[in-house]
């Protein structure tokens, strides 16, 4: 019996449609090997887990390549990432990292202006850097109107 691969959690990402899997000679078409079929297999834990382990290795420094400082001169607060992550988790990032702006050649970004004088608590940050890599947050009373203005920019 075959196994059934796992629908694409995000539509319009991934290999593409079935047409241009066979174009590629790709796992659905009759590939170099000559074979007529193929299956495709998937692993649905595969990529939580993945986004879980590049979380864990950003908590731990690794890997990083852009900073980012949140607060005023002086008072900042620095957190380390991965571009890649964060330029795929919003749209805020991805032209600000690309090459064109400072930023990107700094490997550093400034995030001020808050509505809090000192900037968003640091726990605040933490969880929503921390959704930008697993998807998954922890909103409260307390922090609801920081997470908005973070999730704003």
């Known amino acids: 019996m075959a196994a059934a691969a796992a629908p694409h959690p995000h539509p319009g990402v991934g290999p593409g449609p079935p047409a241009a899997e ?3 000679g790709g796992p659905r078409g009759g590939g170099a090997d000559g074979e007529a079929e193929a ?8 990529c939580s887990d993945l986004a879980w382990r590049q979380n864990e290795q950003r908590r731990q ?8 400082a949140f607060g ?12 890649s992550v964060l330029a795929a988790a919003t749209e ?16 550093r970004v400034e995030l001020q202006k808050w509505s809090s004088e000192g900037g968003p608590d640091p ?3 933490e969880a929503v850097v921390g959704f930008m890599y697993t ?6 009373p307390g922090n609801v109107h920081e997470v908005l203005e973070m999730a704003d920019r």
């Open 39 to 46: 299956e495709e297999f998937g692993c649905p834990a595969h």
């Open 72 to 83: 005023g001169a002086g008072a900042a607060r620095e957190y380390r990432a991965h571009r």
């Open 22 to 24: 066979a174009e590629r």
């Open 61 to 68: 420094g690794l890997y990083c390549d852009i900073t980012l």
């Open 123 to 125: 726990e605040t940050v």
């Open 92 to 107: 805020y990032f991805t032209p600000l990292l690309s090459g064109g702006f400072a930023e990107s050649r700094s490997g």
């Open 135 to 140: 998807g998954t947050i922890r909103v409260s």
